[in-house]
């Protein structure tokens, strides 16, 4: 819409400087000329410095949306304040009317400040004694408001809302500036987009939705009134509260200025004014314990989300900041779970049926090849409520301490800051593939006695779980059957300080103070009861892990995400350390074994699952033999269980999928699940990756290298492997002495 300026307009900056209009009733005082001559200079100055940032801020605060895979499914969102940025052509002109009707009916006359306006506040404010008229235009509001909205400190908050003289003739001086800049269409978008309405409703977008269950564009005149009535106080005139004679009152005189205005006729003036305020309120989901019921299991999928958020530089110089951007960036975020094998971990852990156990068992499963998680499920209920849940089971815990179920948002499953559980014999895999890159065959084979005393780590003796196991063992047998003797000499020859560090290439963290002091450089080399899985882990990281495996070696960063899209549609994206500007949502991988060897020890973890080995002898049998007949098509994995069955793991994987289970007691780890429970971590993950891959092609894991498999020449007593070696592949030796 057009407007013509005053001709007193190009006169007010003169005034202003003069420090004239600086007389003016403000937050209800009456300042003498004299006392506030120079203010306009002052003001002047300080105002030319912050005019370009106001100009630069054209969007204000806005609500962060995460979405289903489909990206029509909305979630939940994230704010401080709920917003979302509109177009004015998306906007009922009523809305528009309504609110140049009830804040600054000359707006469309003025440049920024309203002489008229001015003058006509400060005589009523005289006559009254105090403030029954505003001299603040629609400009200036929408001026004061972005300061506010583009404030870093306290300090600048206050500065930007503050009652003082100064602070008006700022925001005129800056508001003729702005209009200079910006045509009445667009101050009037970005007002409407930055108005508070009450009920945490920023912005003319989160007011329809919160007040009438509707956009902006289908705001009747009756509706569109009042909410235009709010903007002068929102509190006093809230139409939700349980008596609506102010609310109604407002919203009529809104009607009458609009009628005066010409935008309504005066029958139609009339006839909305006889009409009740009728409302449709909608309370709008924020963070992780708001998702809807039908997705309420996706909460630790939720919660993952904003642990990884807050761990992304692109997103900020600290935590502090990177969740301020998620809460007010505007983003569009579409979540990496796959609704079809979440269900199947859902269910194969009994999410919503098992919930009052204290053992947790929960399942992560994780796609090779892009680190994208697929599913994230435990038998608890995702929820802030813990008023319901008995005492911790952890005797040492304080009595008012409660237990983690059946209600918790604790991230049991990884993500965030607990340590995990010991991850028991599934940790073999990490000597074993560091053996395997290391140019060590598949056919290192070892005697492996029932106990074994290590002269390499000063004597320590460990043992078997079972006599059955004590024979010759290779890797396919060793791994299959879990022989702990095996691995402590396998472990030996390749070091162990080396299986350390590949599990922290494959993304494991030592999260408690006994790991980060075993795994540092000085004293990982001694680790040998590393290869037990003493250490603790989450499923999150040896899901991913073990997917580094089935994708041939290349690592993967675990990632919650298919994509993440700025306010402006573009892809968010980070600029790495060489200048590569990259999209944050993009996989992030890395090779960290080769090919051949992540095949390698594809090929024996095809023992403990019952699957046949494309190049080796299992031995005879395995610790999950039902996993592949259950699953159906080629599988790998591996077992594991800690002392006393205090937790118990499985981890399996196809070409396709890999999955993380354990079941222990998160609030004490002492609190053994017991040998009858171990093997629900070997049914979840197995019913999981059936489940999630029915319907799908079978696909066949790539066989390991003629190379990598190794010859085997006679057994020469004595001989021991060395980098050195010329047969470096035909690690055969005898027992050690003392060994039985």
């Not at 404010?125 to 929408?142: D, E, I």
């Not at 006839?271 to 009740?276: G, N, Q, R, T």
């Not at 002091?517 to 040998?528: N, V």
């Amino acid at each position: 819409m057009s407007y013509r300026p005053l001709a007193s307009a190009g006169r007010l900056v003169p005034l202003l400087r003069a420090g004239l209009i600086a007389g003016i009733v403000i937050a209800g005082a009456l300042y003498p000329l004299a006392a506030v001559t120079g203010l306009g200079a002052k003001a002047t100055a300080h105002a030319g410095e912050q005019k370009a940032d106001i100009l630069r801020t054209a969007l204000p605060a806005e609500t962060s949306y995460v979405y289903a895979p489909d990206g029509r499914t909305v979630l939940t969102m994230f704010y401080e304040e709920y917003r979302r940025y509109t177009k004015l052509s998306d906007m009922s002109p009523n809305i528009q009317q309504a609110i140049v009707a009830a804040e600054d009916s000359r707006f469309y006359q003025h440049r920024g400040v309203d002489p008229k306006g001015a003058a006509r506040a400060f005589v009523a404010n005289s006559q009254s004694g105090g403030v029954s008229q505003g001299a603040s235009t629609l400009t200036m509001q929408f001026v004061r408001m972005t300061l506010r909205d583009s404030a870093k400190t306290p300090k600048e908050v206050q500065e930007a809302t503050q009652q003082t003289s100064l602070r008006k003739v700022k925001e005129m001086r800056m508001a003729l500036d702005v209009e200079k800049e910006l045509t009445k269409e667009q101050i009037l978008e970005r007002y409407l987009n930055s108005a508070y309405f009450g009920h945490r409703a920023y912005g003319i977008y989160a007011a329809a939705q919160i007040f009438f269950s509707k956009t902006p564009a289908t705001l009747s005149p009756v509706e569109a009134a009042t909410l235009a009535g709010l903007v002068k106080s929102p509190s006093e005139y809230d139409p939700a509260s349980s008596d609506q004679k102010d609310a109604t009152g407002r919203r009529n005189y809104v009607l009458d200025r609009m009628a005066q205005l010409g935008y309504l006729s005066p029958d139609a003036a009339t006839a909305a004014k006889a009409e009740p305020i009728r409302l449709k309120l909608t309370d709008p989901p924020n963070d992780c314990a708001s998702l809807p019921a039908t997705y309420q299991t996706w909460g630790f999928a939720c919660d993952y989300l904003k642990n990884w958020w807050s761990a992304q530089p692109a997103f900020g110089e600290n935590r502090l900041e990177r969740m301020d951007k998620l809460r007010r960036g505007g983003y569009r975020i579409v979540l990496s779970i796959d609704p079809k094998i979440q269900a199947a971990a859902e269910k194969n852990v009994g999410a919503k049926e098992n919930t009052g156990s204290p053992f947790a068992n929960g399942i992560v499963v994780a796609e090779p090849g892009t680190g994208r998680i697929k599913a994230m499920a435990v038998n608890r209920n995702y929820s802030l409520d813990v008023s319901e849940n008995g005492p911790s089971s952890n005797p040492e815990a304080s009595p008012k301490v409660k237990a983690n179920y059946p209600n918790t948002v604790a991230p049991l499953l990884g993500g965030g800051d607990l340590p995990g559980y010991q991850a028991g014999s599934t940790f073999k895999m990490f000597p074993m593939l560091a053996a395997l890159n290391a140019g060590m065959p598949l056919s290192t084979a070892y005697d492996s006695p029932y106990r074994y005393r290590s002269e390499v780590y000063d004597g320590w003796a460990p043992s078997n779980a079972s006599g059955a196991m004590t024979g010759r063992q290779t890797m396919w047998s060793g791994f299959g059957k879990s022989v702990n003797t095996y691995f402590v000499q396998l472990e030996e020859k390749v070091g162990a300080d080396a299986a350390v560090r590949l599990a922290e290439q494959l993304g494991l963290r030592w999260r408690t103070d006994v790991d980060r002091e075993q795994a540092s450089p000085a004293k990982a080399r001694k680790w040998g009861a590393f290869t037990l899985g003493v250490s603790d882990a989450t499923p999150l990281e040896m899901a991913n892990a073990y997917a580094a495996i089935a994708a041939d070696g290349r690592y993967c960063e675990a990632m919650p995400v298919q994509s993440i899209s700025k306010r402006d549609g573009t892809p968010a994206t980070y600029t790495t350390a060489g200048g590569i500007e990259r999209e944050v949502a993009k996989p992030r991988c890395r090779q960290v074994v080769s090919a051949d060897a992540a095949r390698a020890a594809t090929d024996a973890a095809r023992c403990p699952t019952g699957d046949t080995p494309a190049k080796g002898s299992c031995g005879g049998w395995s610790t999950a033999d039902s996993v592949r007949g259950t699953v159906g098509r080629p599988v790998a994995g591996k077992t594991g269980t800690t002392d006393s069955t205090r937790s118990a793991w499985f981890v399996g994987y196809t070409p396709e999928l890999a999955a993380a289970s354990f079941i222990a007691d998160p609030d004490n780890p002492f609190n053994a699940v017991g040998d009858g429970q171990s093997q629900i971590p070997i049914a979840a993950v197995a019913n999981t990756l059936r489940d999630g891959l029915k319907g799908q092609p079978t696909r066949q894991f790539t066989p390991p290298s003629d190379a990598i498999v190794g010859p085997r020449p006679p057994r020469r007593p004595g001989f021991r492997w060395s980098p050195e070696s010329r047969w470096p592949w035909c690690c055969w030796s005898p027992s050690s002495p003392g060994s039985r």
